[in-house]
């Protein structure tokens, strides 16, 4: 058998092979539209079984790589390009964030229900650990009946920010239990973060395009934006933030570094370097948010810019919204210098963490196989990433870009000159399609022709919608 002797932690014989004609479409020795050997020639050239190749096969039609032609073969399938690099103003400006009432109007619809739901960064509920979390968390409020509905600790349940340290090497740092602060939500880290190192009419840099809901954060605060140009394959550019530096006084720099939204990419380890070296220079915070980091593709966790930290100065960021349960409301941050402060932000604003989901979340960490989980979780995403792609490919104008994730389930869909992502998500709305326009992740005109949509929700239903949107699109 071509199976015999496998284990359930070892990749089987179909899923190499599937993977190794992956690997060679992504290297470019077969191009899209090209036929790739047959199964009878597979078959005999690997000595296997042709039922294993078929498996194999199976496994790239549905990662979105191939398809099949009747009476013809397997062929490689066309997708869209990725964006490129948009250039940047020299005239680079602070800006005050202004969201009027359009994009308010936006942020309410997408909060509404939806037959399709392609607008947010949330995961899938069918594809996390549900019942495992609800059996976890009545058996903890059963064991630590007080503690459940007591407030934790100011910095939280310590079993939990000991689980969070000792992952802490995975991601190129070593910090302790006692440096971390547990938050409700990635969004309260960040926003204690910018509490703790801005105040009112000061200008942080951020990477552009950017996450709306810190738009919408810094507003709230009465900061100033300057965007910082930033691409799918390298992030925000660090040299365009050097030259900014010289001439826009910047209290602080918020970055998605590792697997951005809204484009996905992660930054590579040099620039991530580059950028702590450089704000250390000018003594400027990073406040960094992690929170899609542990949903990386590739079998090595990419390094934060904490790794890099020599002085202090990142501020990181991360919760389990993402991997776990967005509703638990449950993050973390590790603040460097600024703890003191940040620890008093908290005391003065939301006090700590939900006490039952820290519980519940502790627990699941110890003895619940989260790594387990992390890796079905991102089989499902490189899976329908790719098949999302290949969708888009199929059914939108002719020079649209989409981008290639390294992780996690957005894509940053960049479509033909002229075409306006506002018009589209308002024409999709009415037909129960809810995509996120690119204007809400910028406070310039630059993004007019983008949407970003979300992978972690896959069926005919929604390969039916991008085809839809599609047909909208052109």
Known sequence: MDHAGKTDSEPLLYEEIAERIGRQIEQGAYRPGERIPSIRTLSTNLRVSINTVMGAYARLENAGLVEARPQ????????????????????????????????????????????????????????????????IMAAQMRLFPHESVSYSPPAGFERLRTQIARRSPESGCTFSPKDIIVTSGGVEGVTLALQATCRAGDTVAIGSPVYHTYLASIQGMGLKVLEIPSSPRDGLNVDVLAYALRQTPVRACLILATFNNPLGGVMPDNRKRALVELLARHDIPLIEDDVYGDLGYAPQRPFTCKAFDKKGLVLLCSSFSKTLAPGYRVGWIVPGRFQAKIEALKACFSVAAPSPTQLALAEFLTNGGYDRHLRTLRKAYVRQVEQMRAAIGRHFPKGTHVTR???????????????????????????????????????????????????????????????????LAK
């Open 72 to 135: 013809s073969g397997y062929y490689v399938r066309s997708r869209p390009p990725e964006p490129e690099a948009r250039p940047y103003d020299d005239e680079l400006a602070a800006k005050t964030v202004e969201f009027g009432p359009r994009i308010w109007r936006i942020r309410r619809n997408l909060a509404r229900p939806c037959p399709v739901q392609l607008s947010g960064g949330a995961p899938n509920p069918a594809l996390l650990p549900i019942a495992k979390l609800n059996r």
């Open 405 to 471: 994730p390294e992780g996690g389930s957005v894509l940053w869909i960049e479509m033909p000159a002229g075409t306006d992502g506002l018009a589209l998500h308002e024409r999709a709305l009415k037909e129960g399609i809810a995509v996120a326009p690119g204007a809400m992740f910028t406070l310039g005109d630059q993004y007019r022709n983008c949407i970003r949509v979300n992978a972690a929700f896959w069926s005919n239903r929604v390969e039916a919608a991008i085809a839809r949107l599609g047909k």
